[in-house]
């Protein structure tokens, strides 16, 4: 027990477990107990700072080159992409090394907690806040989750892995229950945040909103206590979400060690549960213990030190590079090389404006620049190609009448050798606090599409989203898709450099685009009666439904083209080990997601997603050039929870290993015989 908690008065207790304003935590610094800062966002640092003239002075020089920016007294801070276009990497080492540039942003700040990253999982497409999410897939969220926590914390400052769980919609987060059974909760939604736990042991975890199984996240010990220290050995501190804690002394009882924002009511909570006797000074003083520690391993908040801002926007213009996600390349309409185009023709705002990130918490204000399209475009480009620009009051439906919209687009895009046509949703689609109504695209974009498609032959539509879209009506009018997601302040020019062919696009869908929003199995149980969402669907989230189900994606988890072409050769298998080769069969040097999936047994007595993602790398290869992968298994990836037993289990039989680009282009595959260490059924085991 450290030292200083028997220096303390009852009161002093009390107050250093709630927060003292909105962002920072009680100092009694007489007695060495310091002041704990805590800040969004997973991709920036959102803090204000003294509104000063000089202060707004620079303010507006910054949102003169970054036209998202409000007016705000915010500090400095390099806009890294989003969880979409983070999830869509695939790449763990750079996830690692953009967690660290954080890191020493929220460090030189003087922030103790990072407020990140967000790794519930995408359970259905119209949760407001899946942009911020990194996929539907608990391995993938988990696994780039934490090295995200291992970059971040190299700092001494503590990553936040939230929202702890089941924060899966908007509506009605404060209160609305997340209803599943225990299997559904152990191996979809609590797996990235065990992946994390075991693999990084970050500092801290925030808490959620929501009510799981009827008790509040704030408040459920089992999730919080029994599962998360007990079972996973997390030893850090728990944050709750802002304004999460309904009363005070049930999260001290559940082992919330802070409650945040400030709340008036939280000491009288304490006060009252104590003198009654339900909590007690052991639970009190542990709660204060843990909070110590995380002081002095986040003691990098206390140092000075200076940001490379020149350094982290070159690993922002790699972040958004990587997650470039071609899905459609059809007539060679990709990519638009120097010399090719005598005139381009770019239409809609998000190629003057584009959307960097989304709205809410997470929302970067201030970075230190803001690249767009349109302009990086024409530096590539050069003076042989003239860009022509439509922006949305020219094609906007409720500012002009739709055939006279039409007639100016066929004509302009005539004049032009190829047409870019920058496409997204409206801003609040992808927002904190509200969820979408549909997955459709503006209407006016099919109209400039439609009609752009009559006259050109090279039309390329580049979404700029934060979530799954329907593309459907999109296909016909359109050679090329790119989706650019919520990608940075260094979108732009990595969007101009793949649309240029400076960059080979190597992004892989994190998350399944339906034909369909009725196609998606989850939606039948959204958004519930006010007071709970069943989770009817159980395991079938995601690719889980659509391949088990036998429902046809419009590109399915795991997709994504390149401007080179790859193949898959000689899978060897040495027990768990699985070794085989890629080979890069094109003529242009590229980056090949490599995904190995596991099907159960055919015989199975427990039901199954057909396939799962167990394992990812994202490599790279020259032109020509083969490359011997290995990836070795565990035992653990052939386990599922079985209820009865409340443990995770091996089932014995035959599994299926599978090995490819998506997880519905597998060219390679082995069986493995996997045996049960204990007796399940009345079945034998064999020997």
């Known amino acids: 027990m450290n030292p200083i908690i028997e220096t303390l008065t009852l009161e002093e207790k009390f107050r250093l477990l709630t927060g003292a304003d909105n962002h920072a935590s009680f100092a009694i610094e007489e007695k060495g107990v310091k002041q704990m800062r805590f800040h969004d966002s997973p991709f920036g640092v959102r803090m204000q700072t ?77 949760c407001g806040r899946n942009f911020e999410y990194l996929s539907e897939d608990p391995l993938l969220a988990g696994k780039l989750g934490a090295a995200y926590v291992r ?49 990084a042991q970050p500092w801290s975890i925030m808490c959620a909103y929501n009510r799981i199984n009827g008790v509040y996240a704030s408040e459920h010990k089992q999730l919080l206590q029994e599962i998360l220290r007990e079972e996973w050995g997390f030893d850090g501190i728990i944050v709750s979400d802002w304004g999460a804690v309904k009363n005070r002394a049930y999260s001290l009882l559940a082992s919330v060690e802070l409650c945040m924002p400030y709340q008036e ?25 843990r909070l110590l520690r995380f002081q002095e391993r986040t003691k990098g908040a206390y140092i000075p030190k200076e940001i490379d801002f020149e350094t982290h926007g070159e690993i922002a213009l790699r972040a958004a590079r990587e997650s470039m996600t071609l899905l459609k390349n059809e007539n060679q309409a990709l990519p638009i090389g120097k010399g090719q185009l005598k005139r381009l023709l770019v239409v809609g705002d998000r190629a003057i404006k584009p959307f960097i990130g989304g709205d809410g918490s997470s929302r970067v204000k201030n970075p230190p620049h803001c690249t767009t399209p349109l302009e990086e475009l024409q530096k590539l ?54 969820d979408r109504n549909h997955m459709a695209i503006e209407p006016c974009y099919e109209y400039v599409l439609r009609a752009s498609k009559r006259v050109s032959n090279r039309v390329i539509a580049v979404l700029n989203i934060g979530s799954a879209v329907i593309t459907r009506q999109l296909q016909k009018y359109c050679d090329a898709i790119l989706v650019s997601w919520l990608g940075g302040q260094e979108m732009g020019r990595a969007v101009a450099e793949t649309l240029c062919g400076l960059n080979n696009p190597g992004g892989r869908l994190a998350e399944t685009f339906p034909r369909r929003q009725q196609d998606v199995l989850s939606l039948e149980n959204y958004p519930g009666d006010g007071y709970k ?9 995601g690719y889980r439904h659509f391949d088990t189900n036998q429902v046809a994606p419009e590109y399915e988890f795991g997709f994504g083209l390149s401007y080179t072409t790859f193949a898959y050769r000689n899978l060897e298998r040495d ?113």
Not at 72 to 91: N, Q
Not at 102 to 118: C, D, T, V
Request: aromatic residues 8%; proline residues 3%; contains cysteine.
């Open 50 to 126: 003294e509104d000063t003239q000089a202060r707004q002075d620079f303010a507006q020089e910054i949102r003169s080159a970054f036209p998202n920016a409000t007016k705000s007294p915010e500090v400095v801070s390099t806009a890294f992409p989003a969880g979409c276009a983070l999830g869509a990497t695939w790449d763990t080492e750079l996830l690692e090394e953009l967690g660290e540039a954080l890191g020493q942003e929220f460090s030189a700040y003087g922030i103790n907690a990072a407020l990140g990253p967000a790794v519930n999982i995408k359970r259905h497409p119209l």
């Open 151 to 199: 970059g971040v914390q190299k700092n001494q400052v503590a990553a936040c892995p939230k929202h702890f769980t089941g924060n899966n919609q908007e509506r009605g987060r404060f209160s609305v229950s997340s209803e599943m059974d225990e299997r559904t909760l152990r191996e979809i939604y609590l797996k990235p945040f065990e992946i994390i736990v075991k693999e």
């Open 265 to 289: 009511e939280a000491f009288r909570q304490l006060q009252a549960s104590y003198e009654a006797g339900e909590i007690d000074m052991e639970v009190i003083d542990a709660a204060l213990d």
């Open 381 to 434: 480009l050069g003076s042989d190609t003239e860009i022509d620009f439509m922006g949305d009051g020219e094609i906007g439906t409720y500012e002009n009448e739709i055939g006279y919209m039409e007639t100016e687009v066929s004509h302009r895009a005539k004049q032009a050798d190829a047409v870019v046509v920058f496409l997204s949703l409206d801003f609040s689609q992808s927002s904190e606090a509200m």
């Open 533 to 541: 969402t069943l989770y009817r669907e159980g395991l079938m989230v």
């Open 575 to 687: 027990g768990l080990q699985l070794r085989f080769q890629v080979e890069n069969t094109g003529s242009m040097d590229g980056d090949e997601v490599v995904q190995v999936y596991v099907s159960a047994p055919g015989d199975s007595w427990v039901s199954h997603p057909a396939k799962e993602l167990k394992a990812f790398r994202r490599i790279s290869l020259k032109a020509g050039e083969t490359k011997t992968v290995t990836i070795t298994l565990t035992e653990e990836d052939f386990r599922y929870y079985n209820t009865a037993l409340r443990k995770w289990t091996l089932e014995t039989g035959v599994y299926t290993i599978l090995i490819g680009s998506s997880s519905r282009r597998l060219p390679l595959t082995c069986q493995v015989a996997m045996a049960s260490r204990e007796l399940l059924t009345s079945r034998m085991s064999p020997e």
